[in-house]
């Protein structure tokens, strides 16, 4: 089975063929990164018309790659939210157009569940697939979910963000000591040549497994102003393990309590050297991460997660909505 993928809820124009929900055919991304980092941030109506401007050929080079042809195809799954309606509404349509005009099924798919989707994603035989029950940890710019899966397409959120999303906290922190946005990259390079030498809070919020990790930016921040930091690269050091510390060890503690067989992460963070690392270095239970390119925003995640929603019968009407404040359950 054939599925077009395609995904535009924030500043990523992308279109992917998968087969099978886990081989890639192709994998096309046109990144406006560079546009919005004049302003330190995503602009959404500069990202609708990007994304209005990238889809079309977006779409042409990921058939091209995977060298099929809309008969070849045996369905389109496309993002409908989470994210900026502006941006869903051009990949939507899209999708509906392809779909109306191929007579092709359509699916439409939660931007969350296609990150935890990305973990099905193979490239060799090798690869190991996911083994349910799992806890997955989902960590992009707009969220920091803790989440049970003991089957596809059924979740229990078990923690969440209670204020800023990991990936957010990092671009914040990233912006208070200049280095650029997106942050979460910036923090890692420069944390490469730094120590976690500066104590900052940790928020356990104990008794839960949700996150806060507004204070730690607030702490950074008040280090700034008060001119206490002599070292960007040490600063960003010990943001990032403040966070990967906090991240892991709920992570682990959540996975031994619910007695799971792995761990998945998930999500623009995810692609972080350091908590990948650190989970599988304190976790006494398998962690399964995607490569960093499936990690953030791509249609190949959404691709695979449209399989197993066609696999479960679950394809939409042409009259499908984009739903920005979309949750995954
Ligand atoms: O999943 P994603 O691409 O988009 C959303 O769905 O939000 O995640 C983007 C977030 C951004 O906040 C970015 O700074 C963060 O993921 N990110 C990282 C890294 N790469 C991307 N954070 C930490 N370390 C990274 N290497
Ligand atoms: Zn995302």
């Given at each position: 089975?054939?599925?077009?993928?395609?995904?535009?809820?924030?500043?990523?124009?992308?279109?992917?063929?998968?087969?099978?929900?886990?081989?890639?055919?192709?994998?096309?991304?046109?990144?406006?990164?560079?546009?919005?980092?004049?302003?330190?941030?995503?602009?959404?109506?500069?990202?609708?018309?990007?994304?209005?401007?990238?889809?079309?050929?977006?779409?042409?080079?990921?058939?091209?790659?995977?060298?099929?042809?809309?008969?070849?195809?045996?369905?389109?799954?496309?993002?409908?939210?989470?994210?900026?309606?502006?941006?869903?509404?051009?990949?939507?349509?899209?999708?509906?157009?392809?779909?109306?005009?191929?007579?092709?099924?359509?699916?439409?798919?939660?931007?969350?569940?296609?990150?935890?989707?990305?973990?099905?994603?193979?490239?060799?035989?090798?690869?190991?697939?996911?083994?349910?029950?799992?806890?997955?940890?989902?960590?992009?710019?707009?969220?920091s979910?803790?989440?049970?899966?003991?089957?596809?397409?059924?979740?229990?959120?078990?923690?969440?963000t209670r204020d800023d999303a990991s990936?957010e906290a990092?671009?914040k922190a990233?912006?208070?000591?200049?280095?650029?946005?997106?942050?979460?990259?910036?923090?890692?390079?420069?944390?490469?040549?730094?120590?976690?030498?500066?104590?900052?809070p940790?928020a356990?919020l104990?008794?839960?497994?949700?996150f806060s990790f507004s204070g730690v930016k607030t702490a950074l921040l008040?280090?700034?102003?008060?001119?206490?930091?002599?070292?960007?690269?040490?600063?960003?050091?010990?943001?990032?393990?403040a966070v990967?510390?906090?991240?892991?060890?709920?992570?682990?503690?959540?996975?031994?309590?619910?007695?799971?067989?792995?761990?998945?992460?998930?999500?623009?963070?995810?692609?972080?050297?350091?908590?990948?690392?650190?989970?599988?270095?304190?976790?006494?239970?398998?962690?399964?991460?995607?490569?960093?390119?499936?990690?953030?925003?791509?249609?190949?995640?959404?691709?695979?997660?449209?399989?197993?929603?066609?696999?479960?019968?679950?394809?939409?009407?042409?009259?499908?909505?984009?739903?920005?404040?979309?949750?995954?359950?």
């Amino acid at each position: 089975m054939k599925i077009l993928g395609i995904e535009t809820s924030c500043d990523e124009t992308a279109a992917a063929v998968v087969e099978d929900g886990v081989s890639i055919l192709s994998n096309q991304i046109a990144s406006q990164v560079e546009i919005h980092a004049r302003y330190g941030g995503i602009v959404p109506e500069v990202a609708s018309r990007q994304h209005i401007l990238a889809i079309i050929p977006i779409l042409k080079q990921a058939m091209a790659e995977a060298k099929v042809t809309w008969s070849d195809l045996d369905g389109i799954a496309v993002t409908i939210g989470p994210g900026l309606a502006g941006s869903l509404l051009v990949g939507v349509n899209a999708a509906k157009a392809i779909a109306l005009a191929h007579g092709l099924p359509i699916t439409g798919v939660n931007h969350l569940e296609g990150h935890i989707y990305a973990n099905w994603l193979v490239e060799h035989s090798s690869d190991s697939a996911p083994i349910f029950p799992l806890v997955c940890l989902i960590v992009s710019g707009g969220h920091s979910d803790l989440v049970l899966m003991k089957g596809h397409s059924n979740y229990v959120v078990l923690g969440r963000t209670r204020d800023d999303a990991s990936g957010e906290a990092f671009d914040k922190a990233a912006r208070i000591l200049g280095l650029g946005y997106p942050g979460g990259p910036a923090i890692e390079r420069a944390a490469r040549s730094g120590t976690a030498s500066i104590q900052l809070p940790r928020a356990w919020l104990k008794g839960t497994y949700d996150f806060s990790f507004s204070g730690v930016k607030t702490a950074l921040l008040r280090l700034v102003e008060e001119g206490k930091v002599s070292s960007k690269v040490d600063a960003a050091a010990s943001f990032q393990e403040a966070v990967v510390d906090v991240l892991v060890s709920k992570t682990v503690a959540v996975a031994k309590e619910c007695r799971v067989k792995q761990i998945l992460l998930a999500g623009g963070v995810a692609a972080n050297k350091v908590l990948h690392q650190r989970l599988v270095k304190n976790s006494p239970i398998p962690v399964l991460v995607p490569k960093p390119v499936l990690c953030t925003d791509n249609a190949a995640m959404i691709a695979a997660c449209g399989y197993y929603r066609f696999q479960a019968g679950k394809i939409d009407s042409l009259d499908l909505d984009v739903v920005p404040g979309l949750k995954l359950v």
